[in-house]
């Protein structure tokens, strides 16, 4: 392996500022890096003459001393960001062919940034999912392997697993995702890298297809917390085109990182002491809270009531809105087309078609749930639960700087395990939805492996629009817990 993989991203934009490295190698190295990683199965496209010309542009930037936060660094793009004149799946049948002719705003200002394309990657269909095990493209494999044995292939996490398996297999030196339940924090857990979603608004949604817009949010998948504050940076801003976009002025990330959280009041919620958490999640969770304590936070029991109310709450607005917006796939604007005998027939074709199980089983959910005779019951309801949740998290923070929880209830499972059952399934989001609910920023950072030698991470949830804390909290539990475990792919035991 080239040592150029080894580089994270800031330790790679010190070493092309200082021109001990160009673009172009850089560039080629993950280039090759991708060809040697297809078994991983992350990239659904990949654009490596995009890239040699991104970074061509780039070298020549910085060898006029110009550039801009992210000049010349080769990431890779969740396929469900819109990528003018490439292809454009989010992993669905559905979309076959579809090239926008449009950019999304947070790669667009990742290009203006200088980040040059290495391609899209894979997710789960539509965002839909915690496996990455629902993609038309076929299932993304974790590079890690559980050290006991077996060597069964597992799951990167997901929907953003493409992203997360990119990442940990050091395919891309970072990537975007996005998170509407957990999409980024929990592939970061079982992939064992960083993933920050940040507050709602804070990133534009304009050009990433849509899955719940209330909830959906774009954040970076890196390898440091402080490449998750340099990357952040570049892809966070106010958006004219986006009214959900928050006019608020973007800070600079990395300066948060200081290091120093004495003083700081951190809150362990006692409702996401979960029936059945396993107890080394039990124990990381913990560990984390000593580790910060040590650095000379204070912690703090705290209470989030309505905790319970989130994943039912969550697996309600969210298909909803996911049924409402998935309404345009009608075989008339984007890809598939599949003819019938009149258009309806076209329309129901093309719908059955094009959309996998788990994309039905949400337009089903959502349709029902905003069904004239059951709209009060279940979506009004839900509103009105999400309502509450918020009021957990704003009570909290009266007292609060900050909240440590577990990221996800397990490590990473194996392909094909958890499938017979959604509700399992959706049982992996229990720690993540509560703040996507609320809206709140939530980092992943990786404190340590569970016993068959698979990486555990942490979540640290933080104030509307202070990922400044977030990330400076991330920093130090990153610092403290020394996390330097590498996945079984790097050292080729694939
Ligand atoms: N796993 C959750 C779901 O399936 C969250 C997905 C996401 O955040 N995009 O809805």
């Known amino acids: 392996m080239s040592d150029l993989l080894s580089l994270s991203l800031t330790e790679a934009r010190d070493a092309l500022k200082a021109k001990k490295?160009?673009?172009?190698?850089?560039?080629?190295?993950?280039?090759?890096a991708m060809e040697a990683g297809k078994s991983l199965n992350a990239f659904i496209t990949e654009t490596p003459d995009k890239a040699?010309?991104?970074?061509?542009?780039?070298?020549?930037?910085?060898?006029?001393?110009e550039g801009g936060a992210m000049e010349g660094l080769p990431i890779g793009i969740k396929d469900l960001f819109c990528t003018e004149g490439v292809l454009t799946t989010a992993a669905s049948h559905i979309l076959d062919g579809f090239k926008p002719e449009y950019e999304s705003t947070v790669s667009q200002n990742l290009w203006n940034a200088g980040g040059v394309m290495l391609g899209k990657l894979n997710l789960d269909e539509f965002a839909m999912g915690s496996a990455n095990i629902t993609s038309h493209y076929g299932p993304v494999e974790n590079p890690w392997r559980r050290s006991g044995g077996g060597n069964q292939k597992l799951v990167p996490g997901g929907s953003s697993g493409g992203s997360a398996a990119a990442v940990s297999g050091r395919l891309a030196i970072a990537a975007t995702g996005t998170d509407t339940g957990g999409s980024i924090r929990q592939p970061a857990s079982f992939c064992g890298i960083v993933g920050i979603k940040p507050t709602y608004g804070r990133c534009s949604r304009w050009g990433v297809v849509a899955f719940a817009s209330s909830l959906d949010q774009a954040g970076p998948l890196t390898r440091t917390v402080s490449d998750a504050a340099l990357m952040l940076g570049a892809m966070a801003g106010h958006d004219p085109k986006d009214s959900t976009s928050a006019n608020i002025a973007v800070p600079d990330f990395e300066a948060a990182l200081t290091g120093d959280i004495r003083g700081m009041k951190i809150g362990i919620p006692k409702e996401y002491q979960v029936d059945g958490m396993p107890e080394e999640i039990a124990a990381l969770w913990k560990k984390g809270a000593d580790m910060l304590r040590d650095a000379g936070a204070e912690i703090v029991d705290i209470s989030l009531p309505h905790t319970k109310y989130a994943l039912p709450t969550y697996y309600i607005i969210a298909p909803a809105e996911a049924s409402s917006n998935l309404a345009r796939y009608d075989g008339v604007r984007y890809g598939l087309r599949v003819d019938g005998d009149s258009l309806i027939d076209m329309y129901e074709n093309t719908r059955a078609e094009g959309f996998g199980e788990e994309v039905k089983r949400r337009?089903?959910?959502?349709?029902?749930?905003?069904?004239?005779?059951?709209?009060?019951?279940?979506?009004?309801?839900?509103?009105?639960?999400?309502?509450?949740?918020?009021?957990d998290f704003n009570d909290a923070y009266q007292t609060?700087?900050?909240?440590?929880?577990?990221?996800?209830?397990?490590?990473?499972?194996?392909?094909?395990?958890?499938?017979?059952?959604?509700?399992?399934?959706?049982?992996?989001?229990?720690?993540?939805?509560?703040?996507?609910?609320?809206?709140?920023?939530?980092?992943?950072?990786?404190?340590?492996?569970?016993?068959?030698?698979?990486?555990?991470?942490?979540?640290?949830?933080?104030?509307?629009?202070?990922?400044?804390?977030?990330?400076?909290?991330?920093?130090?539990?990153?610092?403290?817990?020394?996390?330097?475990?590498?996945?079984?792919?790097?050292?080729?035991?694939?």
Not at 52 to 65: C, F, N, P, Q, T
Not at 369 to 387: C, H, I, P
Request: glycine share 12%; aromatic share 8%.
């Open 363 to 391: 337009i089903l959910i959502g349709t029902y749930v905003l069904s004239a005779g059951y709209y009060d019951a279940y979506y009004l309801k839900a509103q009105k639960v999400r309502a509450l949740i918020q009021k």
């Open 52 to 65: 040699r010309a991104m970074a061509k542009a780039s070298d020549e930037k910085l060898a006029r001393g």
């Open 400 to 494: 609060v700087d900050a909240i440590l929880t577990p990221t996800a209830p397990s490590a990473a499972f194996a392909i094909g395990e958890n499938q017979d059952d959604p509700i399992k399934m959706y049982l992996n989001d229990v720690f993540t939805v509560p703040a996507s609910l609320a809206g709140l920023p939530g980092i992943s950072v990786p404190v340590g492996l569970s016993g068959d030698g698979l990486p555990l991470g942490l979540q640290i949830l933080g104030k509307a629009f202070d990922e400044e804390t977030v990330l400076k909290v991330g920093g130090v539990l990153e610092q403290a817990a020394g996390f330097d475990a590498l996945p079984g792919f790097l050292a080729g035991g694939k």
């Open 21 to 32: 490295t160009s673009s172009t190698e850089l560039t080629e190295a993950y280039i090759g």
